[in-house]
């Protein structure tokens, strides 16, 4: 189909009227030019969001693995669901990833300031996969790790959407020698 559209653009060039040889060349020239405009589109996008793309593919995976490890311990593995359950969570992260990038487009055309709702959104996808992970670390280490207050501060964030859970408070600075309070 490609190879006769350029046959066919090609001889019109060569062998065809002005007309034709002008409209031709334009069609010749307008295919790879929105194919070029295209790839430049994604291409760009990719080396923006690369290191985000890259962490939350890994989470993925590290949550895939965790998963796999927390059923086979508590015997309740099958691959049936593991298959289903990482295709399912795969799909909404694309899904909900493009869904927010949309969003992101939308406020940064109107000039309003959308650097909070990039965080938080990325905050959300990211912590999809890497919360569970992480809770399911708490699972197969019996509580003993990750603390319990690093869990709660994404179940807050989860509730509330605010970013700011995640910074230090002043009475969490006070004690930076880690000796017991007397």
């Known amino acids: 189909m490609i ?7 090609l001889l019109s060039i060569h062998s065809g009227g002005v007309g034709g ?23 760009g996008w990719y080396i923006e969001s690369y290191v985000f793309i890259w962490m939350l593919g890994f989470a993925l995976i590290a949550d ?23 295709c399912q969570k795969i799909g ?31 905050l959300m996808i990211f912590i999809y996969p890497a919360g569970n992970a992480l809770v399911n670390v708490g699972i197969i280490t019996n ?3 990750p603390p319990l207050g690093f869990l709660t501060k994404f179940e807050k964030f989860n509730k509330t959407l605010d970013v700011n ?9 006070k004690d930076t020698d880690n000796t017991p309070a007397e």
């Open 143 to 145: 509580g003993k790790f």
């Open 92 to 122: 909404l992260v694309i899904l909900v990833y493009f869904l927010t990038e949309a969003f992101i487009q939308i406020i940064s055309d109107a000039d309003l300031d959308s650097v909070y709702f990039k965080v938080a959104t990325k």
């Open 21 to 43: 040889k002008i409209w031709a060349s334009l069609q010749i020239a307008a295919v790879p030019a929105v194919g070029f405009t295209i790839s430049e589109r994604l291409f």
């Open 3 to 9: 190879k006769e559209f350029i046959i066919k653009n």
């Open 64 to 86: 895939l693995i965790i998963g796999i490890w927390k059923h086979m311990k508590t015997g309740s593995f099958s691959p049936k669901m593991m298959i289903m359950g990482f």
């Open 165 to 173: 859970v995640f910074k230090q408070k002043d009475d969490e600075n």
